[in-house]
């Protein structure tokens, strides 16, 4: 948002982002109980009902909520979120922008900003990805960019999740910071700046 920013400097740009500890699952039909998980397909019924009650009443206001599918039917999973939208009644501007499969095609969309960010990066790993394909995805950039590779993560990783998730922080932040708004090969990278712009510019 602040490449945003800066791009449409004479635009008052607002904007608050709210962060899951997961993805979850989307509710079962028959679930009356709703607790918060802080997971965001658990939470994502109150939370859009939250933020609809308040952002109807603010003009230019949206609601954009980013996720991955991983390895979910995407036009299906598309289908489910709207469902969530519509049996809730939002009211507000809202959008969900689908990082297919993983939030880390966003990054591989875009190799400069991969070389920019890591120089010594091994770049002939990116051959083997389908941008927004089904696959590997985070474990390719991990062949290109860590230290000896994805072999050797998952090793330091062992059981748990918390090393991969933090190598994963670290690249978002380091390969974000070079990231060409409209110089990107992820179609869902794509869809997510253009659904961005379109409010902004509206």
């Not at 009650?53 to 036009?75: G, H, P, S, W, Y």
């Not at 993983?102 to 051959?127: F, H, S, T, V």
Request: glycine share 6%; with cysteine.
């Amino acid at each position: 948002m602040d490449k945003m920013q800066k791009q449409y400097w004479e635009k008052d740009i607002i904007w608050n982002i709210k962060s899951f500890g997961g993805i979850g699952h989307l509710q079962r039909k028959g679930t009356v109980l709703e607790q918060k998980t802080g997971k965001l397909l658990n939470d994502l019924p109150s939370y859009m009902r939250g933020f609809s009650k308040v952002l109807q009443t603010m003009e230019d206001a949206a609601l954009i909520v980013v996720l991955d599918n991983d390895k979910r039917d995407v036009e299906q999973f598309r289908k489910e979120l709207e469902n969530v939208a519509f049996s809730n009644m939002i009211l507000c501007d809202y959008v969900f922008c689908i990082a297919i499969k993983e939030m880390e095609a966003w990054l591989l969309g875009d190799a400069e900003a991969i070389k920019k960010a890591y120089p010594n990066a091994r770049m002939q790993c990116i051959k083997k990805y389908e941008q927004d394909a089904i696959c590997e995805t985070w474990e390719v950039l991990a062949d290109m960019v860590y230290p000896k590779g994805v072999s050797k993560l998952k090793k330091k990783s062992g059981d748990g999740y918390a090393e991969i998730g933090k190598a994963k922080c670290e690249w978002a932040d380091q390969i974000g910071r070079y990231l060409d708004l409209h110089n990107n090969q992820s179609p869902s990278y794509q869809y997510f700046i253009n659904a961005l712009e379109k409010r902004v510019c509206a």
